[in-house]
């Protein structure tokens, strides 16, 4: 089993900072790509920055210059920088990850997603 914990997450003031963290763990054998998702109540899960194990990355056009995503492959721990924060980002912020690992002696595929953590941002 992968498992993916999200931390970082709470109550800031528009224009405020704050860094997300998604640590996984588990038999990984590799980590293809990670991202980040987030969802509001009565919206659909969108994504918001993918990494891949390349260091190409992907945003949201509506996070684009306001968030960076980054990942420490070694401690197979992904960030979310966010910047600039506006009540519209207000969201549960998942971390997902797909890759591989080893389950009785083979190395199989993975996806995986967090428990989510809850951003709140006040006007």
């Known amino acids: 089993q992968v498992r993916l914990v999200e931390s970082g997450g709470g109550f800031v003031q528009s224009g405020g900072s704050l860094r997300l963290s998604c640590e996984a763990s588990?038999?990984?054998?590799?980590?293809?790509?990670m991202g980040w998702y987030r969802q509001a109540p009565g919206k659909e899960r969108d994504l918001v920055a993918r990494?891949?194990?390349?260091?190409?990355?992907d945003y949201a056009d509506s996070v684009l210059g306001r968030f960076a995503i980054s990942r420490d492959s070694a401690k197979n721990t992904m960030y979310l920088q966010m910047n600039s924060l506006k009540p519209e980002d207000a969201a549960v912020y998942y971390c997902?990850?797909?890759?591989?690992?080893?389950?009785?002696?083979?190395?199989?595929?993975?996806?995986?997603w967090g428990q989510g953590t809850q951003v709140t941002v006040s006007s």
């Open positions: 588990g038999s990984i054998v590799s980590i293809n790509s």
């Open positions: 990494i891949t194990s390349g260091g190409s990355t």
């Open positions: 997902n990850a797909d890759g591989r690992y080893i389950y009785g002696g083979l190395r199989l595929p993975f996806t995986s």
